[in-house]
């Protein structure tokens, strides 16, 4: 059995990937305390496991004109010894670092060209769907020695915002008049491409019905390149769009005062069910794409899928056909209700 005393984790990618990538930390601790955890991750998503008890050290990707540095990141690898390394987000590049680093006991996929380069290969074709993506992640630990069955509720992806950005959400609610004791509802529109989205009149539809409940506050949130797409579904007076203006740590701080985050397949729904909200996601049947590898893994997770059951479906076959659109608005909204109903019960809001 391999113990490790210097591990180093690489989830170079997006926010999602790196939030179910997160728990391996904490997992690690469990079965060898001891050992010094790093996790090496881009600029951008660093924030995320900025207040990570688990991890001991962060190292973030260094890059030249937009493209990893092989040279720089292998100086960074060499310099901290590291005894076993978990190349969770398999490239060529980062699979050449480790190989070329040294690095003792290197875990990766072992269906990729590059996987010469690992010396403990973990062969699972994730685009199959057999498991939820995080259960995937948590695999490639048993090189390790660490065969974890993991529980929902036992996870700890131990993301907090930062006092500054604690304090600016609520300048920004006082500003906007609103009142984190009634419901707040987020709306995140866009994927970045990863899925098939539900489309924007379905969204405009559905908030249209939420509105209804009596004091709810729907926020649109969204990158820079989807401030038209959130401009959409914007109603004068009612809606706050926030596309385009909030960091990572502004975002997190945002979702930690609401109540419902609702989305698409995208990394901040990801967030949203590690910050323990009420999600609902819009999945299509793409088994690589599905809910099944790609769902909120928590309890307070629910998913929609469209209504048509196809064989070997394919992404522009679902785009093409539509299917999307087959989610009725109203039987979303009718969960929105449920949720508002819980967290009135528990006290968590008043709506009145």
Partial sequence: MNTPKNLLIIRTDRIGDVVLTLPLAQIVKKYYPECKVSLL??????????????????????????????????????????????????????????????????????????????????????????????????????????????????????????????????????EEKINPRKPIIIIHPGSGGSSVDYPASKFKELIELIM??????????????????????????????????????????????SHIFIANSTGPLHLAAALGKYVIGFYPNQLACSSKRWGPYSDKGFVFTPDNECEDCKREQCASENCMNSIKAADVFGTVQKICQILENNGEINEK
């Avoid at 496991?49 to 030249?64: C, K, M, S």
């Avoid at 680093?101 to 074709?125: D, M, P, Q, V």
């Avoid at 820079?224 to 706050?240: D, H, V, W």
Wanted: net charge neutral; charged share 25%; aromatic share 10%.
């Fill in 41 to 174: 991750l881009t600029e951008y998503t660093k924030t995320l496991a900025a207040e990570n008890p688990y991890i001991d050290e962060i190292l973030i990707l260094r890059t030249e004109n937009k493209k990893v540095s092989l040279v720089k990141n292998l100086s960074v690898l060499e310099r901290h010894h590291f005894d076993s390394c978990i190349v969770v987000s398999p490239s060529f590049i980062m699979a050449l670092i480790v190989f070329l680093s040294e690095i003792k006991l290197r875990i990766g996929t072992g269906y990729r060209w590059y996987s010469f380069l690992f010396n403990s290969k973990i062969f699972a074709h994730r685009k199959f769907a057999e498991k939820h993506e995080l259960e995937f992640n948590i695999d490639m630990l048993k090189p390790l020695g660490i065969d974890y069955t993991p529980k929902k509720e036992e996870l700890d992806y131990s993301i907090k915002a930062d006092n500054v950005s604690h304090i600016e959400t609520e300048s920004l609610f006082a």
């Fill in 212 to 257: 209804q409940i009596p004091g709810t506050q729907v926020i649109l949130t969204g990158s820079e390149q989807e401030i038209n797409l959130c401009s959409l579904m914007e109603i004068p007076g009612k809606t706050k769009n926030f596309a385009g203006k909030l960091s990572l740590a502004r975002l997190i701080a945002l979702i930690e005062k």
